[in-house]
């Protein structure tokens, strides 16, 4: 497989065209961004970090019948793809209170949800990615109602399967980012999983292992990628 040249470039990753017109090429960069971009900055070896981990859970959630566009690694800090057209939704799945959800509902930060829940944003740069409904998702014809309820059934699958394995290894997921698209009118999910989306804290210390670290400036973030990634795969 040949990897030809740059079609897009965003916060986290570069997108190349491949020979194969179904299949793209990706590259993960050390480039790290927060608040809609306001603050920027570089984690050492993030490209990397976040290249395997994500690797790793895209093979996890195969094994357990979740289908993505993850095809293979072709680097550390490379992978090939399915070439999907994404559906302009992020979703936001979420088990304890952080972040903008314990600001947004006045809850004190680590304070577990007595049910999941599952948010919507549009994915606008330009606009800062606002919280969405149904309505505005059928109003923007931005999904379909059935694509809707597709997605938001494999979220909280994988959100099930992700808890589960995380626990024996002594983390806790807090919360997640996903991003689906459609692969040849198949329904997939995209994007990354890696601490740049989703929120890990260590189940007995509730030590921040994400890109918290970076947005709050806590400092040691390179080192807290890593022990996500050892935890993981016990290198």
């Not at 090939?80 to 600001?103: C, D, F, M, T, Y």
């Not at 059935?146 to 399967?161: F, T, Y």
Request: proline content about 2%; some cysteine; charged content about 35%.
């Amino acid at each position: 497989m040949l990897k030809k040249e740059q079609l897009y470039e965003g916060k986290a990753k570069k997108v190349y065209r491949t020979d194969n017109p179904d299949l793209y090429w990706i590259e993960y960069k050390d480039d790290a961004t927060a608040f809609n971009g306001l603050k920027k900055g570089t984690i050492a070896n993030k490209g990397e970090l976040n290249n395997l981990i994500s690797a790793y859970f895209f093979r996890l959630l195969a094994e357990q019948g979740v289908e993505s566009h993850f095809v293979e690694e072709k680097s550390e800090r490379e992978m090939v793809v399915k070439a999907l057209q994404i559906i302009p939704v992020e979703v936001v799945v979420r088990n304890i209170a952080a972040g903008s959800l314990a600001k947004r509902l006045g809850l004190e930060e680590g304070t577990v949800l007595s049910c999941t829940v599952v948010e919507n944003y549009y994915k606008s740069d330009e606009l800062g990615d606002p919280l969405i409904n149904d309505d505005h998702i059928r109003a923007l014809n931005l999904a379909t109602p059935g694509q809707m309820a597709a997605i938001r059934e494999i979220a909280l699958k994988v959100n099930d399967i992700l808890r589960a394995h995380l626990a024996e290894r002594e983390l806790d997921l807090i919360d997640f980012k996903l991003e689906f698209g459609l692969h040849n009118g198949q329904l997939l999910l995209g994007d990354e999983i890696s601490p740049d989306t989703c929120r890990f804290w260590d189940k007995n210390t509730r030590e921040k292992l994400d890109k918290d670290r970076f947005r709050r400036d806590l400092g040691n973030v390179e080192e807290a990628y890593k022990e996500v990634y050892r935890r993981l795969t016990g290198r």
